[in-house]
C-alpha cells in the first residue's frame, strides 16, 4: 500500500480552494490512483510538499518530493482555471511516481529549463514527459467528472 501525506502549503491550500478544490479529496484521490499505478503488499509512506510559485508553469523536484504550482494563468472562468491548477498537479505527480515508485532518475530527464520552456523535442518527446502528459490527461478528466 502507497500512502502519501500530501503537505499543501498555506498558498498551495488558498489556490485550490479558490477554484473550489478540497485538499483533502484530493489527497485520497491521489493515494487511490498511486495505487491503482503500482501494487505493492509493502507499506510505502511519503510525505509531498505541495506549494505555489510566481509564474505560468509547475514543476517537480526529484529526490525532494516537492511539487510547484504556478499560480499565473490565463484561464478566466472558474472552470478553466480549476482544470490547469488539477493538470498541472497530476502531470506532477506522475513525475513523483516516476521519481519514487518506478526509481526513476532524473537524468533520464535530459533536457534544460529552456528546452521546456520552448517546448523543444527534446522535451516534448522525452518519454518521461509523454507518460506525465498521458497521466494528466487521464485523471484530469476522471477528477472533473467525479468532482465537479
Same mark, same amino acid.
Given at each position: 500500500m502507497i500512502i502519501v501525506d500530501c503537505k499543501f502549503n498555506k498558498k498551495a491550500k488558498e489556490l485550490f480552494n479558490s477554484v473550489n478544490v478540497k485538499v483533502k479529496e484530493l489527497e485520497r484521490f491521489t493515494n487511490f490512483i498511486l495505487n491503482e499505478y503500482k501494487g505493492t503488499r509493502k507499506i510505502w509512506n511519503y510525505e509531498l510538499l505541495i506549494k505555489t510559485i510566481d509564474c505560468d508553469t509547475s514543476g517537480y523536484y526529484f529526490e525532494c518530493n516537492e511539487i510547484e504550482i504556478g499560480n499565473k494563468t490565463s484561464k478566466r472562468s472558474l472552470a478553466k482555471k480549476r482544470e490547469w491548477y488539477i493538470s498541472s498537479y497530476f502531470h506532477e505527480l506522475c513525475h513523483f511516481a516516476q521519481d519514487n515508485l518506478d526509481k526513476v532518475k532524473d537524468s533520464k530527464l535530459d533536457y534544460t529549463e529552456a528546452d521546456a520552456a520552448n517546448c523543444t523535442n527534446k !522535451?516534448? +518527446?522525452?518519454?518521461? /514527459?509523454?507518460?506525465?502528459?498521458?497521466?494528466?490527461?487521464? !485523471?484530469? +478528466?476522471?477528477?472533473? /467528472?467525479?468532482?465537479?
Open positions: !522535451y516534448y +518527446k522525452n518519454p518521461m /514527459e509523454i507518460q506525465a502528459r498521458e497521466f494528466e490527461d487521464k !485523471y484530469t +478528466k476522471i477528477y472533473l /467528472e467525479l468532482y465537479y
